[in-house]
């Protein structure tokens, strides 16, 4: 009998049941597009306390990874994490467009649904707790005027975003460096949820037209009382 096993019959006596971690996860199958495209460097904008490069290293992506967060209490938290990790970097810097400062807006769900545009009431109608508590200032800088800082030459670079609504304005912030990407992951809107947000058909008509293919797809924000979803996430990569 082996260790799992016997780990197993001892649970059962319990009442639990011990199986094999899934390895077909929404990490796990990122974590396997980033090696087989030889990606360098992460780009995680809007990175919030870390989550998403955490799930990269627990699935064995080892390459570097830069993370903007611009609220204060979670870069810290961010930046604590990071850290621990030689190949794991931080900005607290928020991007856009056009350089300057924004007032921020900070959600209650530990400020996961934080965005600079206006919550429209579909999202908070769906998730109370994600409503607005208060608001930052924040920097807003464009990804093309700090990308030499953090992209060494050569490397091949993977963009996500997860900055809830404002992602045409950070993509039009990366300007002419969108040729020097390999990827992105796309968080995306099926409906409105920010004012002056974007939704999926124009994201994933922009990354076509800049010869992304889409390669999976990662389930969502939904509606809780009617099972819809209202965001999901888009994996694309160059062919």
Known sequence: ???????????????????????ETDDFR???LLREHG????????????????????HGYRGRIVSFEPVAEHHRRLAARAARDRAWTTRRL?????????????????????????????HARAAPDSAYVRQERVEVGRLDAVWDEVVR????VFLKLDVQGFERQVLDGLGARVADCAG????????????????YRELLDWAEERGFALM?????????????????DAVLMRE
Do not use: I
């Open 1 to 23: 009998m082996t260790v799992l096993h016997r780990v197993r019959r001892a649970a059962r006596r319990v009442g639990l049941d011990v199986g094999r971690y899934p390895q």
């Open 30 to 32: 990122t974590a396997l």
């Open 39 to 58: 990606v360098g460097v992460v780009l995680d904008v809007g990175a919030h306390t870390g989550g998403y490069g955490a799930g990269l290293r627990s």
């Open 94 to 122: 928020a991007l856009g467009a056009a350089p300057g400062e924004a007032a921020l807006h900070v959600a209650g769900n530990a400020g996961a649904s934080s965005s600079l545009l206006p919550m429209l009431e579909r």
């Open 153 to 156: 030459p050569g490397e091949r």
């Open 184 to 199: 992105l992951q796309l968080e995306m809107s099926l409906v409105p949820l920010y004012a002056g947000g974007v939704l």
């Open 216 to 232: 999976n797809l990662l389930p969502g924000f939904a509606d809780a009382g009617s099972g819809r979803m209202y965001q999901c």
